[in-house]
């Protein structure tokens, strides 16, 4: 849509075919669409269509490998607001084209406490306390960097407990922890993994009681799409392909 519109902003006459759909696959040599325009419009709009095509292709690709290398675990693979200023919206579709569940658009759909407020308000349960006195009906997500900070978290019935640059074996510890006092907790929180994760590491982390896995690597490092765009004839309407 973003590169498309790239060429109708310059020729409101120009006609895009797609040959493969959000999230298809592509081999090397694919012909990704046929572009029909004029040359001025082609030639000036190029570069900010592939632009988009490549970043956002980069991005979707990215996720897909994520995807993939937790298939069977029953995790699911979220992104972060780690965006490029003004393009979310659109990077955003794109790790939804890869298969990837969307995090928070902005401060306005969940509410996730850092280590920040942790200490601008002096605990992790002053914080929650504050976000209840606002009465919202949004979310409520801890961020936590040790166990005992996870179990304060749990006993507080959030919504979902944010592990933060734990290891592995981290991770398992508290699990292990939360389900040894969940007896005494009104609901079990989702468990959610963060920092330091890779594809070569993801599947590491989608262990038994994890719920999800946020990766900012999504959007602030996916490479780009090698991607270009040919003119094939000029005639009443020049033909180009990507």
């Known amino acids: 849509m973003a590169a498309a519109l790239a060429f109708h902003e310059l020729d409101q006459g120009a006609t895009i075919e797609w040959h493969v759909e959000d999230g298809g696959a592509l081999k090397p040599g694919t012909r990704v ?4 325009a004029k040359a001025r419009a ?21 996720t897909r490998a994520f995807v993939r290398a937790v298939e069977g675990t029953g995790v699911t693979i979220l992104d972060t607001r780690k965006t490029t200023p003004g393009l979310r919206m ?24 850092k280590e920040n407020h942790v200490t601008a ?37 959030v919504d979902r407990i944010l592990l933060d640059n734990f290891t ?16 005494a907790l009104k609901q079990q929180p989702a468990i959610e993994v963060s920092g330091g ?32 765009l040919l003119v094939d004839s000029i005639g009443k309407g020049t033909a180009s392909r990507a």
């Open 197 to 228: 994760i890779r594809l070569e590491n993801v599947r590491k982390f989608a262990l038994p009681g994890v719920s999800f896995i946020s990766v900012g690597a999504l959007t602030h490092s996916a490479p780009a799409l090698d991607l270009s």
């Open 121 to 157: 308000t002096g605990s992790i349960s002053a914080a929650v306390a504050c976000v209840r006195r606002a009465k919202t009906e949004l979310p409520i997500v801890v961020e936590v960097r040790t166990e005992a900070e996870a179990e304060e978290a749990a006993g507080l019935d």
């Open 33 to 36: 669409c046929d572009i029909r």
């Open 90 to 113: 659109l990077e955003k579709l794109a790790v939804r084209a890869g298969g990837a569940t969307n995090h928070r658009y902005g401060l306005f759909d969940e509410v996730l406490i």
């Open 168 to 183: 592995p074996k981290g991770v398992a510890e508290v699990v292990a922890r939360l389900r040894r006092v969940g007896g």
């Open 42 to 62: 082609v030639l000036s709009a190029e570069r900010v269509a592939l632009n988009f095509l490549q970043r956002l292709s980069g991005i979707a690709t990215s």
